[in-house]
């Protein structure tokens, strides 16, 4: 059996692999299929100050190999987290909080609120920004570092995700930004912007109009992008965008990644995490690999 641990920031995950955010809740209901113990971590759904309801139905539109979500942060409060689930959680494994805001004092509160109770806060800074008039807080590599930087400067005892969004100019400057802005770690990518038309209707499927495309269909794009975001900086990569098995997800550690998650797949199967592990473990043996963590970054280029 090869040694799947990985390290992360000086925190030691027992294997790469983490459900992510928005995909597995909090963990309870994948509990009731498997033991989620066997994960490397979990993401959080993502977590905002106040609850929110989350946008109108529909929410999700299938595509062919993706999906399209305007899900709309719908989260109980980090409160209500807090006290109801996160000693559970991490009575199981690590937990990253996923956290969002869409100002930059609510980055800066919930970073605060969380600091020393979860493994890692993972900020996503996809959200519309109320200040540069509904442009995300991601797009720009100014923003990115203004963010992220107030997230630092409230957190005194976990380390510091800052999940990129794709759709920007230039991954590797907004990769860039957030290491100069105090991220210990960066993880990518989001979902990219999408629209599915209702063709009978001549209307757009999501209530939302717009939605986040993820899925098996973007990988080519996000295994790139880990490729680029890593070359830009030197704290450890988090890679993802539709890994569906094992081979998907070594893809991203060869590309960059230092660990992995699984998004959209955990839809389609609800067993995808602990099959990928496994599968993991299989390669690992089949090709003589004694630690994953040799793979990290070993991709080379043509010519
Ligand atoms: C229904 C749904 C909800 C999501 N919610 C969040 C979220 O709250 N915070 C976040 O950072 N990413 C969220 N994401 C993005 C995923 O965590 C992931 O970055 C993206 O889906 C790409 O991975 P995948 O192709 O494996 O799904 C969500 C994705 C989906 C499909």
Request: charged share 20%; glycine share 12%.
């Amino acid at each position: 059996m090869a040694d799947l641990s990985v390290a992360l920031c000086g925190v030691t995950l027992k294997n790469p692999v983490i459900p992510a955010s928005g995909t597995f809740g909090f963990g309870r209901e994948f509990n009731e299929l498997y033991d989620i113990s066997c994960l490397g971590a979990v993401a959080t759904k993502g977590l905002t100050l106040a609850p929110r309801a989350g946008n109108p139905v529909p929410r999700i539109a299938e595509g062919r190999g993706v999906i399209l979500n305007a899900v709309g942060l719908q989260n109980p409060g980090a409160e209500y987290f807090i006290e109801h689930d996160l000693a559970w959680l991490r009575s199981k494994t690590r937990v990253i909080a996923n956290v969002a805001g869409s100002t930059l004092r609510d980055y800066g509160e919930i970073c605060a609120l969380l600091d020393g109770k979860t493994d890692f806060i993972e900020l996503n800074i996809s959200c519309p920004n109320v200040r540069c008039g509904g442009m995300a807080f991601g797009i720009r590599p100014e923003s990115v570092k203004e963010v992220t930087k107030i997230a630092r400067e409230n957190l005194q005892k976990t380390p510091l995700i800052v999940k990129l969004s794709p759709n920007v100019e230039n991954i590797a400057k907004n990769a860039a930004a957030a290491e100069e802005g105090g991220a210990d770690c960066i993880s990518l990518i989001n979902t990219f912007t999408g629209l599915a038309v209702d063709i009978r209707r001549r209307r757009p499927i999501l209530a939302n109009n717009t939605g986040g495309v993820s899925g098996a269909g973007i990988r080519p794009i996000a295994v790139r992008m880990v490729y680029e975001a890593s070359r830009a900086v030197s704290v450890p990569v988090i890679g993802m965008g539709g890994i569906t098995c094992a081979e998907d997800a070594i893809e991203f550690l060869m590309a960059g990644a230092t660990a992995v998650q699984v998004g959209t797949q955990n839809f389609t199967d609800a067993l995808a995490c602990p099959k990928i592990i496994e599968g993991l473990n299989e390669w690992c043996d089949f090709y003589g690999i004694g630690r994953i963590a040799s793979l990290t970054g070993t991709l080379q280029l043509n010519g």
